[in-house]
């Protein structure tokens, strides 16, 4: 398997491993700590999400630990706001525009999302 190849691979599990982090912190808000308001959960659970997925790109995916943590950190902030806002535009317009349904859309989005989100992270974030 070619280094690209297992580059990649490693972006799977990692955005596996913060997917199932930023849902358990959902669910540990929601059933144990009684946070009355699911979207404020989901906003606590996002940022631990979102943590986990940096330090996972920074020290696994892309082994990129020789440029500044702080100036990572900030581009990854800003790719990501970006993303996220891209992400909910073609959400908007797929499903509150054109009246398609929300589920084709979201996965749309979602593909959209990972895609820019390899790309910006290894030409952006933590680029050598």
Known sequence: M???AREVLRYVVNGIAATAIHYSVLL???????????????LLAA???????????RY?????????????????GALY????VLHGSV?????DWFKFDYRVG???ATGLQMSLSY?????????S
């Open 2 to 4: 070619s280094e690209s």
């Open 28 to 42: 540990t808000c929601m059933e144990v700590l009684s946070v009355p308001s699911a979207g404020l959960a989901n």
């Open 47 to 57: 940022a631990f999400g979102i943590a986990a997925s940096f330090l996972g790109s």
């Open 60 to 76: 696994f995916v892309f082994r990129s630990a020789g440029d500044s943590i702080t100036a990572q950190a900030a581009r990854f």
């Open 81 to 84: 706001g970006a993303i996220a």
């Open 91 to 95: 959400l908007a317009v797929w499903t």
């Open 106 to 108: 979201f996965l749309i």
């Open 119 to 127: 790309v910006g992270n290894k030409l952006i974030v933590f680029r």
